[in-house]
Every structure is written in structure tokens, then in C-alpha cells.
């Protein structure tokens, strides 16, 4: 571990979320909400299914009702005896040459096996024709057949969809046993920042980075707290730092986590915490230090505009998702066809921003979105996705294949 924060060693990502998911511990404690309030949330326990679902056999389409054995070589007639409307059974038995009208969702009476479609046959008064070629057990919707009574209905660690949400008010459950959201601060450093609305003077600029970690991390899961500003102050950070660490499980900082002699953030973390690693082969976002301070997790991230979103979105996301219990934090690549020369020098991982178009099913294709410094704020808001290009890569060509990660900055 302690060569990974060597000065001079530049480590790679899967180098770097190696040592994340091996030192953060999934968060301990968890809590019940309403499924008003559960979306995006995770389990913390199995949610079983209190009865079958479907609780009774049904029909999946408007038709009749029958019983298969009452099906003969050619079209056959059959008494209609009853009607079954969804939430209003039949409540009789069907004996043989008798059948009943049924509506979608409606429970299948008893002796009947099978429902035919209403197009298919012919109504005279009560009698009903059946076409030649009539099919055996159609159209139900058996007991259980979705899941059985005591059956997993959805695991622990599975983060709440709408869907999930729907099957779980099916099963009648209207609150959930989940994680409870993490706690996270942050805040920025510079003494060149200023708060939006304040007046600027020769040398200051807009504390931006705050506006965007804030949209980043509002995640159902997560309870956030923001700290402002501080000054390239280091008695400041620290004391910042100490007394964040006291109620939070995160911090996030941004400035200041390079090697300049206003530039804190990683003395600070020797002395009051411990670094895991500090540097990164990556670009946007090569001062980047993870560590703790306590029992609280630290990263800091650069200053840079674009440096703070691609380490957060290839650093910060699959931390706090492993500290939920999440799994699954690879993200989704593929491959496009590059319609831009890239401009790339072997040594770092790059995470270009580009335009991702889809020129027919599955055929993707992707050029550049623009100037790629990592202060260039216009290129990445016209961005879709990255250009993921690998650490050797040198000049990409247009035509070449490339990867691309798409991304919705508003998710
Ligand atoms: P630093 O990592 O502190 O050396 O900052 C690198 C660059 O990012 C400098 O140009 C800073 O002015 C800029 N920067 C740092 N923090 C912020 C912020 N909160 N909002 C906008 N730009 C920032
Ligand atoms: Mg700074």
C-alpha cells in the first residue's frame, strides 16, 4: 500500500479501485422507508413474497372460458353459464359442455384449464362456437407463476427501481428494510473562489466546482452536507477536515491536491489520516488523493472543473456505490468508430470527452466534443460520453475503433 503513494508512481484506475473496494467496508446500519421514498435506495435484506403471485389463476386476455377436455376434432359449440369480471369471480363450477365469459385479470373458475380469445369465436344468444383447431390451456395466468408464496421476491443489496417498486406494492408490501444513506461532506479550497453573486476582483474566479459536486452526489442514497469554501489555509482545511471527519462517512474536497505550495491537501491527509494513493495515470485528474481520516473516507479531488466530474464519475461513483453494497460499478463501454483524429501522448489513461451517435442499430459512431484541457467547460457540457483511451495508446486516427462510455449527467 505504501508504494502506491510513492510521489513519482503514477497508478492506473484498476489499480487504484483495487485498493478502494479493499478498504472501504460497506456501510453497517440501516433503516425502514415507505415505498413512497424508496426509489434508488438499497435492500439491506431479502424482501419475500407474503402469497403467490399471482394469488389465483387468471385470464390474460378478454374470451371465454373452458375446460380442455371439452375440446373436440372439429369446432364445437359450448352453454355459456356465467360471466367472470376481473375483481368479481364466477363463483360456480363448470361442468362439461358449459363455458364462461371472462375479462383480463379475471380469476379462472373452477374447472375450467383454458380461455379463448373473444375474436376467435362465435356468440349466438348463450351458445358459443369454438373454431376448429381450438388450443388446450391458453391464455391463464397460472398461480405463482411469477413468483411462489415465500419465494425471494427481490434480493438484499438490489438498489430500488420503479419497477421493483410496483412488484413490491403487488406482493402488498408498502415499506422496506434499507441502507441507510450515507453521510457526505464537502467543500472546496482556493483562496482565489468566490461565491456566485459576490463581486470579482483581478484574480478571483467563481467557486464552480461546488454547484457540481452538489448535482453529482443528490443520489437517493445520499445525505449530503456542504461545507463552502476554505482558504488555502492549511490550519483551516485540517480543522475543516477533523471536524467533518466526526459526522460524515465521505469527504470530498476539491483544490488543492496537487504539488503547488498552496496545495494541502495531501501533507494534511499524512499527517491527520492516512494516504492510500495520491497521483493517478488518468487524464483529466491527475492529483487525486484517497484516503481516511478517522472512520471517514477522504477523497480529494483537483481543482479543475472537468478534473472534479471524470474522477468523480470513474473514482468517487464505484466508491460510495461499493459503500452502499452495490456490486455491479463497472460502467458500460462499447465500441464506435472514430470520426476525429485524437490527439492523445502515451503514459495516461484519457478520458476524452465526445459526441456518441448511433448511425443505425448497434453501429455507433463518435467524435470529439472539442478542446480537451481539463479547465475547457464547453467541450464537456456538449459531451455525451468519454473516449476511453488506454494508457499506451498514442494519436488516434479517424476511422480507428475506439471505446466509448456513454453518460447522463443528469442521472
Ligand atoms: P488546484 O487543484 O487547487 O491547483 O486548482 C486547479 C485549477 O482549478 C485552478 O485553476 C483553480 O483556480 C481551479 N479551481 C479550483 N477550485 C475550483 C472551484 N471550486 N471552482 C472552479 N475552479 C476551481
Ligand atoms: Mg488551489
Redesign the pocket.
Known amino acids: 500500500m505504501t508504494d502506491l503513494c510513492n510521489s513519482n508512481l503514477l497508478i492506473s484506475i484498476d489499480h487504484a479501485l483495487d485498493n478502494i473496494y479493499s478498504s472501504l467496508s460497506v456501510i453497517d446500519g440501516d433503516e425502514i422507508v415507505s415505498l413512497h421514498t424508496a426509489l434508488g435506495r438499497v435492500l439491506s435484506e431479502n424482501c419475500i413474497a407474503p402469497f403467490n403471485l399471482p394469488a389465483y389463476p387468471n385470464s390474460s386476455m378478454d374470451g371465454y372460458a373452458f375446460n380442455s377436455t371439452d375440446i373436440q376434432a372439429s369446432d364445437f359449440n359450448l352453454q355459456q353459464v356465467g360471466v367472470s369480471w376481473a375483481g368479481r369471480p364466477f363463483d360456480g363450477m363448470l361442468a362439461s359442455g358449459q363455458c364462461v365469459r371472462i375479462f383480463t385479470g379475471a380469476v379462472l373458475p373452477k374447472g375450467a384449464d383454458s380461455v379463448i380469445m373473444q375474436e376467435l369465436v362465435q356468440v349466438h344468444d348463450h351458445t358459443i362456437h369454438f373454431p376448429d383447431n381450438t388450443q388446450a390451456k391458453q391464455n391463464v395466468r397460472y398461480i405463482g407463476e411469477d413468483v411462489k408464496q415465500h419465494g425471494n421476491l427481490l434480493p438484499a443489496a438490489k438498489q430500488l427501481t420503479a419497477i421493483d417498486l410496483g412488484w413490491l406494492a403487488s406482493a402488498g408490501i408498502y415499506e422496506v428494510r434499507v441502507k441507510r444513506k450515507i453521510r457526505i461532506a464537502f467543500f ?3 483562496d ?2 468566490r461565491p456566485v453573486g459576490s463581486h470579482l476582483t483581478e484574480g478571483q ?6 454547484y457540481t459536486l452538489a448535482a453529482l452526489l443528490k443520489k437517493p442514497g445520499h445525505e449530503v452536507n456542504d461545507l463552502g ?1 476554505i482558504a488555502d489555509d492549511k490550519a483551516q482545511i485540517q480543522q475543516s477536515l477533523l471536524q467533518a471527519a466526526q459526522s460524515n462517512d465521505v469527504i470530498i474536497t ?5 504539488v ?1 505550495d ?2 494541502y491537501i495531501k501533507q494534511i491527509l499524512d499527517e491527520i489520516g492516512q494516504v492510500n494513493f495520491w497521483k493517478l495515470a488518468i487524464k483529466p485528474g491527475k ?1 487525486l488523493a484517497f484516503g481516511c481520516i478517522q472512520n471517514c473516507y477522504f477523497f480529494g479531488l ?4 472537468i478534473s472534479v466530474i471524470a474522477t468523480y464519475q470513474q473514482i468517487v461513483t464505484p466508491a460510495l456505490r461499493h459503500l452502499t453494497g452495490l456490486t455491479n460499478n463497472q460502467p458500460i463501454r462499447l465500441k464506435a468508430t472514430c470520426k476525429s483524429p485524437l490527439f492523445k501522448k502515451p503514459g495516461r489513461q484519457e478520458f476524452q470527452r465526445g459526441i456518441l451517435t448511433q448511425t443505425s442499430p448497434g453501429e455507433f459512431e463518435v467524435t470529439s466534443s472539442g478542446k480537451q484541457g481539463s ?1 475547457i467547460i464547453s467541450a464537456s457540457s456538449r459531451a455525451n460520453c468519454y473516449i476511453v483511451l488506454a494508457r499506451e495508446q498514442a494519436n488516434v486516427n479517424s476511422g480507428e475503433q475506439v471505446l466509448v462510455e456513454p453518460f447522463n449527467l443528469l442521472l
Open positions: 472546496s479550497t482556493g482565489e473562489l474566479i467563481y467557486d464552480s466546482n461546488r469554501v476539491s483544490g488543492g491536491a496537487s503547488g498552496a496545495d492529483p483537483p481543482g479543475n472543473p479547465n
